[in-house]
């Protein structure tokens, strides 16, 4: 059998913590094992608030034996002249147990030496497992730890008992006071005597008689289908379907070792308050499943997951109902007092929250804001700057009212409900909540133009007045969030297909502090390399090659949307081999024009040798084919065009000397070359390309 099952068993872990302490574990026990040289099977993990557990199948009974060498001293010192061993070859013999003619000669760096070959013996398995297991205990990384009773280690949470079995036999493992033993736990309240287990198998099923799920995986599943069937069983809403939110199945799932499902009912007039608020009042607060018909409306239920079974429905739900019915009346009204004030009315009020000491006010803020995506709207949405201006204006208004303070999580989805109501423009109203938008990695975009500009002026005016006062992410410090807004910005500009210039949006952003700042001069610069970075860091990371990225990058990443029309073209053609053969000259040339400016003429009458003269031929005639092609952004095209070039560079190079003794001939040929630098520089550097085909 070879088994290894270790539980930790402990008072109940906060949710958020079980999964990444078991992923930890799995990890790092297979990192051990390795480091050991012990070879396994399958390592499987299970967990509960109550419990945190390991199986490791199939685990070798021993480590294989070993050779190890072990160096002495150098050989003219361990042999004189004749041949015979000195005392230190003798005392070398004599410290490793062997005789003076089992030492061997080896050639170092350093010289010959003395070596002798020592068997190690492999360490049984028993006998390594107690140690690596104390000491996973303590490496587990919690958020949080705390300490308890007289103990001097910290865990997420008081330790109760230890299992530990290997191959059916206890592991004397402790930790503390605490020996392991061969017994867990079943359920706290409805079987909580100690239960002997002989391996992970047995351990899962009798922990399933006791009322103890311990597989993640399948708990999950009866929590789905608890919450399903608690809302078919329940009369009225048996027509409706649970919002199973993932985040919230989760943490359910690890706030329970066995899932009790029971339908609940609230007043229908709490169903005027805004869905997101009805929501986030039984997600966030309670960890209760809404309960919405086949058009996505919500009804007046709600599921809640127990911990314990459920004797009598009614009871329990009415337990539930009056815990949520405070807080929808506390919601209900906020939502009144709410609605006594509009939102336009509440901007003069923002002058009382400081976005930032050094930066002002969130009225100062907002006044950026309408500039900026003023701004922008001039240049890619001129027929709707009235509405972008009026959702920046807005943007900010919800930060002021009652619903809000109770439910962070809901500011811009609550300025547009209120902006709904208050008789705002629905597609202003859709901009405050979008402008957000995306909030995290692989959240949605915002569906308008207007949500999109009044996002990135607002994540813009963020960065440029951070990076101004030197508040720039190094390491692990990223007080503003900024790496998250970055990315946030590069995926509208990618995501609406936006073409606008980064520099001009910074420089715009920065003027927009005034007198306020006093930003030093490589703000702008050291801001949008800051961008670039996250650029090619987000395309690296979906799969782009950094070559290719770069290629395209570092000539120019002011547009981003151009800039990645021009990665997609370059990538799409690296695979060719004349691409790999042009891509090898293009460096030679970047190499012997890299001190040298653009801009310099081509004297025809200097062109003394018939590839040079081939070669400014083709050069003319590509460059003219592939300014529109440019223009237009046919990037793709205009990369088939330049590879015309490939022949007529690669006899240039055989046949011209470009360095040649005469300055006038030399500077005319490195203009030649420089005016080729340029047409290829307008897509990428290609020199950094390595060939794919």
């Known amino acids: 059998m070879n088994e290894l099952l270790f539980e930790i068993g402990t008072e109940e872990i906060p949710a958020g913590y079980i999964g990444p302490a078991l992923r930890f574990m799995a990890r790092a026990m297979e990192d051990r094992l390795a480091a050991l040289h012990l070879g396994h099977g399958k390592i499987q993990t299970a967990g509960t608030p109550r419990r945190l557990t390991l199986a490791v199948n199939d685990l070798d009974p021993a480590q294989p034996d070993s050779r190890k060498e072990h160096i002495g001293p150098p050989k003219a010192a361990g042999f004189d002249d004749q041949g015979q061993p000195t005392k230190a ?38 006998s390594l497992l107690p140690d690596l297991l104390a000491g996973l205990i303590a490496e587990i990384p919690f958020p949080k730890s705390m300490r308890w009773a007289d103990t001097s280690m910290a865990f997420a949470r008081p330790i109760q008992w230890l299992l530990a079995l290997y191959d059916g036999n206890i592991l004397p493992v402790a930790v503390e006071s605490i020996q392991a033993g061969d017994q867990t736990a079943g359920h706290r309240f409805m079987a909580p005597e100690q239960i002997r287990v002989s391996g992970f198998t047995d351990y899962l099923q009798k922990l399933e008689e006791r009322f103890v799920v311990a597989d993640p995986d399948r708990r999950r599943q009866l929590v789905i289908s608890q919450v399903q069937d608690a809302v078919k069983s329940r009369s009225g809403a048996n027509q409706g379907q649970p919002l199973l939110d993932d985040s919230l199945v989760d943490t359910v799932t690890n706030l329970v070792e066995i899932p009790w499902g029971v339908c609940g009912s609230f007043d229908d007039r709490f169903l005027a308050l805004p869905a997101e608020v009805l929501v986030t009042s039984m997600r966030e607060h309670q960890k209760y499943f809404p309960v919405q018909d086949n058009e996505g409306r919500l009804l007046p239920y709600f599921v809640a997951v127990n911990n314990t079974r459920v004797a009598d429905r009614e009871l329990a739900s009415s337990g539930h109902e009056r815990v949520l019915r405070a807080r929808l009346e506390d919601a209900f009204f906020f939502f009144s007092e709410d609605r006594k004030t509009r939102l336009a ?91 957000y938008l995306p909030v995290r990695a692989g959240d949605s975009l915002p569906g308008s133009i207007i949500g999109a500009l009044v996002g990135l002026a607002d ?155 081939d070669l400014h031929v083709v050069v003319s005639r590509v460059g003219a084919e592939v300014e529109p092609l440019l223009r237009r952004g046919a990037y793709d095209e205009a990369l088939a065009v330049l590879l015309q070039m490939k022949q007529p560079v690669d006899t240039f190079f055989d046949e011209v000397m470009v360095m040649c003794d005469d300055p006038s001939l030399r500077r005319n040929r490195l203009n030649l070359l420089i005016a080729l630098r340029s047409l290829v520089l307008q897509i990428g550097d290609i020199s950094r390309m390595h060939h794919t085909g």
């Open 89 to 126: 070859a003798l005392g070398f013999a004599r410290s490793k147990g062997v005789d003076v003619e089992e030492l061997r000669i080896v050639t170092t760096a350093k010289g010959e030496y003395l070596m002798v070959e020592e068997e190690v013996a492999g360490r049984k398995t028993a």
């Open 345 to 435: 009315d509440r901007v003069d009020q923002l002058s009382g929250i400081i976005f930032q000491r050094r930066l002002g006010t969130m009225a100062a803020k907002t006044e950026r804001i309408v500039r900026l995506a003023g701004q922008l709207a001039d240049q890619l949405a001129p027929e709707q700057k009235d509405q972008v201006e009026r959702a920046a204006l807005l943007a900010k208004a919800d930060l002021l009212t009652e619903m809000v303070g109770e439910f962070p999580s809901l500011q811009g989805v609550i300025g547009r409900e209120y902006a709904l109501l208050d008789g705002e423009p629905p597609e202003v109203a859709q901009a405050i909540h979008e402008h």
């Open 459 to 613: 994540r813009m005016d963020t960065m440029v007045g951070c990076f101004a006062i030197g508040e720039r992410p190094t390491g692990n410090k990223d007080a503003f969030g900024q790496r998250r807004l970055a990315l946030g910005m590069i995926h509208i500009i990618l995501g609406l297909d936006l073409s606008l210039s980064l520099r001009m949006m910074a420089t715009t952003a920065l003027e927009g502090y005034g007198d306020a700042l006093e930003a030093a001069e490589d703000t702008v610069d050291e801001l949008l390399r800051f961008i670039r970075l996250r650029f090619e860091n987000d395309l690296v990371s979906s799969g782009l090659k950094q070559d290719v990225v770069e290629a395209a990058t570092r000539v120019r990443c002011d547009d981003l949307t151009d800039c990645l029309a021009r990665i997609r073209a370059l990538e799409a053609i690296a695979t060719r081999e004349e691409f790999a053969i042009l891509a090898g000259a293009f460096k030679r040339i970047r190499n012997i024009t890299k001190e040298l400016p653009a801009g310099g003429s081509i004297d025809p009458d200097l062109l003394r040798e018939d590839a040079e003269k």
